[in-house]
T-cell receptor
Framework: AQKVTQAQTEISVVEKEDVTLDCVYE???????LFWYKQPPSGELVFLIR??????QNEISGRYSWNFQKSTSSFNFTITASQVVDSAVYFC???????????????FGQGTILTVHP | EAGVTQFPSHSVIEKGQTVTLRCDPI?????LYWYRRVMGKEIKFLLH????????ESGMPNNRFLAERTGGTYSTLKVQPAELEDSGVYFC??????????FGPGTRLTVT
C-alpha cells in the first residue's frame, strides 16, 4: 500500500520569508513518481512538478525548489522569498510507475495550508 | 487549449436523491480519473478510465456510485441514492499516455 504524509497542517509566514513544505512517503514499489500540486482559492489543482524515483537530482524552477531524498523517503518543497500569491493548499502525491492496473493512481497527502501575510 | 471542465460546480441535494456529475477531459487525453475529497481528509482516488474502459475502480466506495465514459470522451459519475457521507469535492483529472494529470476545478457536492 502507498501512503503520503504531510505533517504540517498549516504554515503561516510573512512575505519574503523562505518556507519548506515537508512530504514523506511509503511505498513497496521500486519505481514510482512523486508530485506536488497547488490548490489556490479558486479550487482547481495545479500541477507543479513530477519526479521519478530513479532521478534524485534536486530541481529548481524560479522561486520553487524540490529536494528528493530516497534514503529518507522524502520529497520536500521550498518556496524562496514567498509572496502573497503563494497562499494556497499544497498537496504532495505518489503514483506507481508505468504498467499494472494501478498505473496513474495518485495517493495524496493531507495537504498543507500555506498562508503568506503581506 | 481548454483545460478539464466539470459540471456543475456546486450541487446541493437531499439524502436519497440522485446526482450526476460530469467531466470533460482535455481533448486527446485517453486517461480520465475521478477523485474525491471529503471534508478535512485527503483526496482519494475513485477510478481510472482508459478511453471507455475502466482500468481501475478500486477506489469506488460502494455500488451507489456508477461511472461511465461512453465513447471515450466525457465521463459521468452518478450517485444514487445519495447519503450524507457522500458530501465532498469531486475532482476529475485527465492525462495523455504517461504524462502528469491535469485536474478540473471540482464539483462540490452537499447532501443534506
Amino acid at each position: 500500500a502507498q501512503k503520503v504524509t504531510q505533517a504540517q497542517t498549516e504554515i503561516s509566514v510573512v512575505e519574503k520569508e523562505d518556507v519548506t513544505l515537508d512530504c514523506v512517503y511509503e511505498t513497496r514499489d521500486t519505481t514510482y513518481y512523486l508530485f506536488w500540486y497547488k490548490q489556490p482559492p479558486s479550487g482547481e489543482l495545479v500541477f507543479l512538478i513530477r519526479r521519478n524515483s530513479f532521478d534524485e537530482q534536486n530541481e529548481i524552477s524560479g522561486r520553487y525548489s524540490w529536494n528528493f531524498q530516497k534514503s529518507t523517503s522524502s520529497f520536500n518543497f521550498t518556496i524562496t522569498a514567498s509572496q502573497v500569491v503563494d497562499s494556497a493548499v499544497y498537496f504532495c502525491a505518489l503514483s506507481p510507475f508505468a504498467g499494472g492496473t494501478s498505473y496513474g493512481k495518485l495517493t495524496f497527502g493531507q495537504g498543507t495550508i500555506l498562508t503568506v501575510h503581506p | 487549449e481548454a483545460g478539464v471542465t466539470q459540471f456543475p460546480s456546486h450541487s446541493v441535494i437531499e439524502k436519497g436523491q440522485t446526482v450526476t456529475l460530469r467531466c470533460d477531459p482535455i481533448s486527446g487525453h485517453d486517461n480520465l480519473y475521478w477523485y474525491r475529497r471529503v471534508m478535512g481528509k485527503e483526496i482519494k482516488f475513485l477510478l481510472h478510465f482508459v478511453k471507455e474502459s475502466k482500468q481501475d475502480e478500486s477506489g469506488m466506495p460502494n455500488n451507489r456510485f456508477l461511472a461511465e465514459r461512453t465513447g471515450g470522451t466525457y465521463s459521468t459519475l452518478k450517485v444514487q441514492p445519495a447519503e450524507l457521507e457522500d458530501s465532498g469535492v469531486y475532482f476529475c483529472a485527465s492525462s495523455h499516455r504517461g504524462s502528469e494529470q491535469y485536474f478540473g476545478p471540482g464539483t462540490r457536492l452537499t447532501v443534506t
